[in-house]
């Protein structure tokens, strides 16, 4: 009885519905950006006009002044030319020229940089400049208070009867489509047809200072102060009448300063009574020919609803769709929104919001106490609950399930069931939420388990690996999905559970979303978005260059992906997602929806239920922590028109060395190799790009060649800095990307030249690099001459040392064996002859004899003087000839080069070393030929000892004599003593050579090295 009660309780409260339309308003459809006077922009904006880079021109009350939609920069370079800073009128030729008019009259022309002015006495009419036009055979119209002039081959003059236009005084001129010059007269509208040269009265009357425009199908308007805002229906050079009459009011109209028709036939004015700018988004239903009212008007922007200033006059259409608006107090831009936000919703504290789609497509909304149903742009309201409702969720079987403070609820058929709570469960907020497809549900509640609705009744999962609160669930074909903090998945199916965390690249922190019904499974979580395949998982938490993280929403629709981000809606196609995912340095392309579309704020969080999804017509709904909004995916605004890059400035060290832009239009994108001072090591690179839609959404890459080896990405910033510069030619190279991905069509470029000082020429580096080894070889010569003083003194004390042992031999030991040898010859005297003592002791004394003739030899060798190696070739012949007297031995000496006197010292021990060699040879090589070669070189003395004997043994050589034997090792220690070296070779039946070398220092005395000697030394290392 209760539950019928409830039912109808239910039943009554859907009856007591309401609906309200939710289509956008017309300024919904429009985004709003302003710059005021306070904020840095010019006041008193009284002319717009966009340059051939895309920069706009504003001619303001204090001058001239270029706009790249993010800085304002004064073109103060040509306020000399200027004939007064008030400028009212701007336009800018199709060559680059600018066009300024005055307030105070004349007008100036700036063409590749100079600015020329023309006056009254020129030609050009005095009196406030109203317009400028350019008719298709090159001649410049304008249109001055006191009269109207053309310009042509330079020169201005001012027209009047002779032209068929009244004197003294035009409104306003255009150009149409078919090349027709019209022209608005002190009273009435005049125009000039393709090549002729007298205009035409249309009798159209008109008030004075007629303002003029043409709409998207060449129509023409008009307002004044006299009838105001109105079409001129029928109008043309072949039917210069109105082709019905029009319903003219004298009161009570529009009055425009100046209107303006933008590429979607939207029309524009800037209202001269009431202030502030209006738009009528269909003038074809007003276009009859009668005074606009403003109940014509679709809408009214003002300073009370963010208008800078009620005051304005300019406007402009520019390239990329943008609608512009010149105030008394700044500028205001208006572009088309791709994001429409449902009204009317309470976004209060405590007040819950959400949607969802059933299962035929229908979107639903919750709010407060409220479900909504949304159709045919409509929002009715079906639902009323007596407490707030926190989630709502669609189901397969047509049910909608809704959550409130107190329970579970089910409504389907129009009729609402309450839903017990699970056992144990006494709170029913849900942490997760999603359909079984069978009629079912799988929902978890804060604070606890996993739980199953089917059949009338809830079942607890017991799966071991499901004991925390799930964050969200999904179910598709390979089970049921389940999201956990701490990067955590588990999937579920009818036989086992398995659980991915970081382990298995699950790296997204607490999960929020899963999209798991296509084979490009994504599941979405605070940190980034994850891919499952392969049986694991991949993490991104950056597409291109934008992070993305809180993903709470992702669904699919036409093969896009669109992801409700903490960072706004971002649409991929699966395809370039697939290649992010795959190549981590992919930049795929992408969509990002912000603020600027007109989203409001960013995707909703900490929801038990997805944020996004897709209606049955294909619109992407997502729900924000500002509001619910939608995307029609088939009327997105996209801004193809590349940004165009310009270099702004050049500094360094706070000095400028940019020259200043061309104001006609003209950019800076390949400029010649500028020179800066010497000593430059710092440098401040600033640029810019001209894409006005979303001018901070831009985004740069620059490389400065030498420096850099690749592009670096530097995001929004518009400055580059380089420090510890090398003197060099550099070259600086800048793209810029606008919001929609579209990169510039070709770089912004400027060189640089740093010259270098004295000090760093190539001329200076090989004087001090010559000065270096000038300095080194003279030390390297002082260095060696301290070496020869050394081994000479060595030598001298070993010398000494020998002759002093000599005498001690000669005065102690040979004198005391002869004295001995007379004392016993002297006993052996008294000996009989014939006895065998006698015998005996004469053998003694002829063995003591041999004794001291060989004491006598050695003494004699210890005492040699230089004498007797005075001349080393003749020495060692000598050797030879002795020797060779016992032997059957070729023997040559051969001297190479100039020779050198030789420090006697040094040729005393290559003497000695060289007796050794050629004893070694005659005793036991078996050598039938022996050579000996001295070479003298200006770096060394070389002296080779060879023969053909037997040789030598391998291991003789390595271990530098054979044990016991003491002549090698002898031969080397005096090599070592003189500075020198002393290498042999030889092997089995290879025969023995010894190359014993001395440096030239050493070997030649005093004598001093020469420089080139110095240099050949440190060439081949000091050797």
């Given at each position: ?17 309401r609906?309200?339309d939710?289509t ?11 710059w ?8 008193d ?11 706009l ?5 204090a001058?001239?002044y270029q ?12 306020d000399k030319?200027?004939?007064s800073?008030?400028i009212?009128s ?5 060559t680059?020229e ?6 105070l ?12 002015t ?13 317009a ?6 090159g ?9 109207l ?5 330079g020169r ?5 009867n002779?032209?068929?236009f009244?004197p ?6 255009l ?14 509208l ?12 249309t ?8 303002v ?5 199908d060449d129509?023409?308007?008009v ?7 109105r079409?001129?229906?029928?109008v ?8 019905i ?18 590429r ?18 269909d ?10 009212q ?8 003002n ?17 990329e ?11 205001d831009?208006?572009r088309?929104s791709?994001v ?11 007040v ?7 299962s035929?497509g229908?979107v ?5 106490r ?5 159709e045919n742009?409509?929002l ?6 007596p ?6 969720a669609?189901t ?7 959550e ?5 609820y ?11 709570l699970?056992?144990?469960?006494t709170?029913a907020s849900?942490?997760?939420f ?9 929902a ?8 199953h ?5 809830w079942?607890?999962?017991s799966?071991?690996l499901?004991?925390d609160?799930p964050?969200?669930l ?7 999905w ?5 990067n ?9 559970a398995?659980?991915?965390s970081?382990k ?9 979303s899963?999209?798991?019904a296509?084979?490009?499974k994504l599941?979405g ?7 499952f395949?392969n049986?694991?998982?991949q ?12 993903i709470s929403g ?8 669109w ?5 706004g ?9 697939k290649?992010a ?13 912000q603020?600027?579309?007109g989203?409001p704020g960013f ?8 944020t996004?999804?897709?209606?049955r017509?294909?619109q992407?709904?997502?729900?924000t922590?500002?509001?619910i ?7 997105t605004h996209?801004?193809r ?11 360094s060290?706070?000095?400028h060395y940019?020259?200043e ?7 800076r ?12 090591s ?7 790009a001209?894409?006005?839609s979303?001018?901070?959404g831009?985004?740069?890459r ?6 850099d080896?690749?592009?670096q990405?530097?995001g ?12 060099g030619t ?15 069509t ?9 010259p ?9 580096i090989i004087a001090c ?10 030390l ?6 301290q070496?020869?003083?050394?081994v000479?003194?060595?030598?001298n ?9 000599a ?8 004198q005391?064996?002869q004295?001995?040898i007379?004392s016993v ?5 008294r000996?009989?002859?014939?006895e065998?003592?006698?015998?005996m ?10 004794v ?5 030899d050695?003494l ?7 004498e007797?190696a ?7 012949a ?11 031995v ?18 005393e ?18 050598a039938d030929?022996i050579?000996?070669?001295i070479?003298h070189d200006?770096d060394?003395?070389r ?8 040789g030598?043994?391998e291991g ?8 016991g034997?003491?002549?090698l090792?002898g031969?080397?220690e005096r090599a ?6 002393l290498?042999?070779w030889g092997?089995?039946?290879l025969?023995?050579?010894i ?6 220092a050493?070997a030649?005395?005093?004598?001093r ?15």
């Amino acid at each position: 009885m209760s539950c019928l009660l409830a039912g109808c309780l239910f039943f009554i409260l859907t009856g007591m519905a309401r609906s309200f339309d939710i289509t956008a308003s017309p300024m919904d459809q429009f985004h709003h950006s302003a710059w005021s006077a306070a904020t840095g922009a010019p006041r008193d904006v009284w002319s717009i006009a966009q340059g051939v880079d895309g920069s706009l021109w504003l001619g303001t009350g204090a001058g001239l002044y270029q706009f790249d939609g993010v800085k304002f920069r004064s073109a103060i370079q040509f306020d000399k030319s200027f004939s007064s800073s008030n400028i009212t009128s701007l336009s800018v030729l199709p060559t680059g020229e600018i066009l300024a008019g005055f307030y105070l009259g004349g007008m100036t022309l700036i063409k590749q940089g100079h600015a020329t002015t023309y006056g009254k006495d020129d030609g050009f009419p005095s009196g406030w400049v109203l317009a400028f036009a350019q008719t298709q055979d090159g001649v410049i119209w304008a249109a001055a208070r006191h009269g109207l002039a053309r310009y042509e081959n330079g020169r201005w003059t001012t027209i009047g009867n002779d032209w068929g236009f009244p004197p003294n005084s035009a409104g306003w001129v255009l150009v149409d489509k078919e090349g027709t010059l019209w022209a608005s007269g002190p009273s009435s509208l005049l125009f000039l047809a393709k090549g002729s040269h007298r205009f035409q009265d249309t009798h159209i009357a008109l008030g004075s200072g007629a303002v003029l425009a043409l709409d998207r199908d060449d129509g023409l308007w008009v307002s004044d102060k006299v009838h105001g805002t109105r079409s001129l229906p029928g109008v043309t050079v072949l039917h210069p009448s109105l082709s019905i009459a029009p319903k003219l009011l004298s009161q009570n109209f529009i009055t425009s300063n100046r209107m303006l028709f933008d590429r979607n036939g939207h029309m524009w004015g800037t209202d001269s009574q009431s202030g502030g700018v209006y738009i009528v988004l269909d003038p074809k239903t007003v276009a009859d020919g009668r005074s606009l009212q403003s109940s014509d008007l679709s809408y009214v922007v003002n300073r009370k609803n963010g208008l800078t200033s009620d005051l304005t006059d300019p406007l402009l259409n520019d390239r990329e769709g943008n609608v512009w608006v010149g105030t008394n107090f700044g500028l205001d831009s208006f572009r088309s929104s791709n994001v429409s936000v449902v009204p009317g919703l309470e976004v209060i504290p405590g007040v819950d919001f959400n949607g969802t789609v059933d299962s035929a497509g229908n979107v639903w909304i919750l709010n407060g106490r409220s479900i909504y149903r949304v159709e045919n742009a409509v929002l009715h309201s079906v639902i009323k609950m007596p407490e707030t409702v926190h989630d709502l969720a669609g189901t397969e079987d047509g049910s909608l399930w809704f959550e409130s403070e107190t329970g579970i609820y089910r409504y389907k058929d129009g009729v609402t069931q309450s839903i017990p709570l699970p056992a144990g469960v006494t709170n029913a907020s849900l942490a997760a939420f999603t359909s079984d497809h069978a009629g079912g549900i799988w929902a978890s509640f804060v604070n606890g388990r996993l739980f199953h609705w089917s059949s009338g009744r809830w079942s607890v999962s017991s799966d071991s690996l499901i004991r925390d609160t799930p964050t969200a669930l999904a179910l598709a074909n390979e089970g049921l999905w389940v999201g956990f903090t701490n990067n955590r998945v588990v999937v579920e199916d009818a036989h086992s559970a398995r659980l991915f965390s970081s382990k298995d690249g699950v790296g997204i922190g607490a999960v929020s979303s899963f999209n798991v019904a296509t084979s490009l499974k994504l599941v979405g979580g605070e940190l980034g978005l994850a891919r499952f395949e392969n049986g694991k998982f991949q993490t991104l938490s950056s597409i291109g260059a934008s992070p993305i993280s809180g993903i709470s929403g992702i669904v699919q629709s036409e093969g896009m992906f669109w992801l409700n981000t903490g960072q706004g809606v971002l649409r991929i196609s699966a395809l370039e997602l697939k290649k992010a995912f795959d190549d981590s340095n992919y930049s795929p392309t992408y969509k990002l929806f912000q603020y600027r579309d007109g989203l409001p704020g960013f995707a909703l969080q900490s929801k038990s239920l997805p944020t996004a999804w897709v209606d049955r017509d294909g619109q992407i709904w997502v729900a924000t922590n500002l509001g619910i909004a939608w995307i029609d995916p088939r009327h997105t605004h996209l801004n193809r028109v590349p940004p165009t890059v310009e270099i702004v400035d050049v500094s360094s060290n706070g000095r400028h060395y940019l020259p200043e832009p061309h104001a006609d239009g003209e950019t800076r994108n390949d400029l010649s190799v500028m020179q800066l001072p010497k000593r430059t090591s710092n440098l401040a690179i600033e640029y810019s790009a001209t894409s006005l839609s979303v001018p901070e959404g831009t985004r740069f890459r620059c490389r400065l060649d030498g420096v850099d080896e690749v592009w670096q990405d530097v995001g929004t910033r518009r400055e580059a800095f380089y420090a510890n510069l090398s003197p060099g030619t550099y070259t600086f190279q800048v793209e810029a990307e606008n919001e929609d991905g579209v990169w510039s069509t070709y770089p912004a470029s400027v060189g640089v030249t740093i010259p270098r000082m004295f000090y760093q020429t190539n001329l200076f580096i090989i004087a001090c690099v010559a000065a270096v080894l000038i300095i080194t070889a003279l030390l390297f010569g002082m260095r060696l001459r301290q070496v020869a003083d050394n081994v000479r003194s060595r030598l001298n004390e070993r010398y000494a040392e020998r002759e002093r042992i000599a005498r001690e031999l000669h005065d102690t030991l040979l004198q005391s064996v002869q004295g001995l040898i007379l004392s016993v010859q002297a006993a052996a005297q008294r000996v009989p002859m014939g006895e065998p003592a006698r015998a005996m002791i004469d053998k003694a004394l002829d063995r003591a004899d041999d004794v001291l003739v060989e004491g006598r030899d050695r003494l004699l060798d210890l005492r040699t003087t230089a004498e007797q190696a005075r001349n080393l070739p003749r020495a060692f012949a000598l050797i030879g000839e002795e020797l060779g007297k016992d032997a059957n031995v070729s023997f040559q000496i051969l001297v190479e080069g100039l020779e050198h006197p030789v420090d006697p010292m040094v040729r005393e021990e290559i003497y000695r070393i060289g007796r050794e060699a050629i004893l070694n040879s005659y005793r036991h090589s078996d050598a039938d030929a022996i050579e000996i070669e001295i070479s003298h070189d200006s770096d060394e003395l070389r002296v080779r000892f060879r023969d053909n004997g037997r040789g030598i043994g391998e291991g003789v050589t390595l271990s530098g004599g054979r044990p016991g034997h003491w002549g090698l090792v002898g031969m080397r220690e005096r090599a070592v003593q003189m500075g020198g070296s002393l290498v042999v070779w030889g092997g089995p039946d290879l025969g023995t050579e010894i190359e014993l070398k001395i440096p030239a220092a050493v070997a030649y005395g005093d004598t001093r090295p020469s420089f080139r000697h110095i240099l050949r030394r440190l060439v081949k290392g000091g050797r």
